[in-house]
Structure formats: C-alpha cells, structure tokens
C-alpha cells in the first residue's frame, strides 16, 4: 500500500521536522489518511494531524478504550482517566520522525483528565509496536489469557463486536454457524505511557510495574490456532 501511495505521490520526504505543526483536525479529516490503510474505528474521539510546510502528512485518533465500560481499569486506578490510541498513519512523503512527534505531541494536547494513554498490536498482523517503543511507551504484552476471534465477511476482517452488531449475536460459534469466516488469533498485546506531572507519571507506571516486561523484537515466533481458513488482518499503519 505504502509503494503505490509513494508512487502516485511522489513528492519527496519533508525534511525539516523541526517546523512540523501537529493540531486537532477533524475526524474526517483524519478518516482520509486512515482509511488508505485501514477502517476508521466505530466510535472515535478526537483526531490529529501532522503538518508539513502546511500539508498534512499523516493523522491519529483517540477514542474510549473497550475495557473502560467492563471496569477494566478500576484496580489499577485508570478508570475515567485512559484513552486508547485507535488509529495512526503517515503518508509516504512524510519525514520519517513524523509518526513519533505526532504521537509525543497529540498526547500533549488530549484533554487534562487523561492520564494514561494505551495501544494495542497485533502480532498476527506482523505489529510488535516500533513505534511505541520509539515513543517510550511501557509494554504489557497481553492481558488476559486466552485467545479472540478474527471475523471476516466479504473478503475483509471485522471485529468480533462489529460481527455482532451485524447479525445480532455475539461469540465465534454462533458467527460461525451464520457463514462467517472465524479464526482463533493470540490476544493482542498492549502498551501504557503516562502524562501529568513526574511524580503523577510515576504513581500511575508503579500500578502496572509488576506487567511490564521487555520490548518484543521483530522476527519473535508467535504460536496460534486457526478454526478456519484466514487471511492477514489489516496492518496498523504506525503500529510496526
């Protein structure tokens, strides 16, 4: 995607990445970036974007993290304060440091009451999370144990709420028996980094300390089952 993009665009990479501008856009806006790569989540936030002498050169979008309405986060103290990053990407012609000081600086400018900031990769998608780790985040790999289910209708890949919301059931054996294509995939793992003040930023870390554990590297085996056939799912284009 990123070879045809770069090859219908050819303008050459923006250099000086000292004069980017990074600011709020629309979530349309955002949406014309994002969607070259990926779909737009269902339910989105807030959305920004990088300028490069004054064009924009790739985007991100915030949005309510899924274990916020589960009560995920009440025994780390992180309920009513996370907020995940959904969707990122950068067009080719962006300068390579774009995708980081587009993270750094779109988490400054989130609302006071988030002090945690999360993202997930997909390691089945080939994502280890390059850009996090450039970013400083702390990594937790997954969660949870077990495994989730990978949805696809018509040749795409869904989520297993989007599945559900499409034919009013929930869970991989009942898609499955209604035609859709489920595979079982790894969880995925996920990344934390903090905002606030130093001692505030160390008080939410200590919360997590006993998960943290060392960045993945690229070409690490992962191990999974598949309940049908499937293809890759999509790629989170800042997430490598």
């Known amino acids: 995607m990123r070879e045809r993009l770069a090859a219908v665009d050819a ?19 955002a949406k014309a970036i ?11 936030g807030f959305a920004f974007g990088i300028f490069l002498e004054g064009r924009c050169g790739g985007a991100v979008v915030y949005g309510d993290d899924y274990g916020e309405n589960l009560g995920v986060w009440d ?3 992180y309920s009513g304060r996370i907020i995940a990053l959904l969707r990122g990407a950068c067009l080719p012609w962006a300068h390579p440091h774009a995708a980081s000081k587009l993270i750094r600086r779109s988490m ?7 002090n945690v900031v999360t993202a997930t990769v997909d390691r089945t998608a080939g994502e280890i999370g390059t850009i996090y780790q450039a970013c400083g985040f702390d990594f937790v790999g997954t969660m949870r144990k077990g495994g ?21 059931t929930r869970g991989a ?40 554990k060392p960045y993945p590297k690229r070409f690490e085996p992962i191990q999974f089952r598949c309940q049908s056939g499937a293809n890759s799912p999509s790629v989170h284009a800042l997430s490598h």
Do not use: W
């Not at 303008?11 to 806006?29: C, F, M």
């Not at 297993?160 to 499409?166: D, T, W």
């Not at 969880?187 to 934390?192: G, H, V, W």
């Open 148 to 168: 989730r289910a990978l949805i696809g209708v018509n040749g795409k890949h869904i989520s297993e709420r989007q599945a559900g919301r499409l034919a009013g």
């Open 108 to 114: 400054d400018l989130l609302p006071q009451r988030y």
């Open 75 to 77: 025994c780390y103290g």
């Open 173 to 212: 054996h009942a898609l499955a028996k209604l035609g859709f294509d489920v595979s079982a995939v790894p969880r995925k793992e996920r990344y934390f980094a903090f905002r606030g003040h130093k001692r505030e930023r160390a008080r939410l870390r200590q919360a997590i300390a006993h998960l943290l």
């Open 11 to 29: 303008q050459p990479a923006a250099v000086d990445i000292g004069s980017a501008v990074v600011r709020a856009i629309t979530l349309s806006e």
């Open 34 to 44: 994002v969607e070259l790569y990926e779909p737009m989540p269902a339910v989105s």
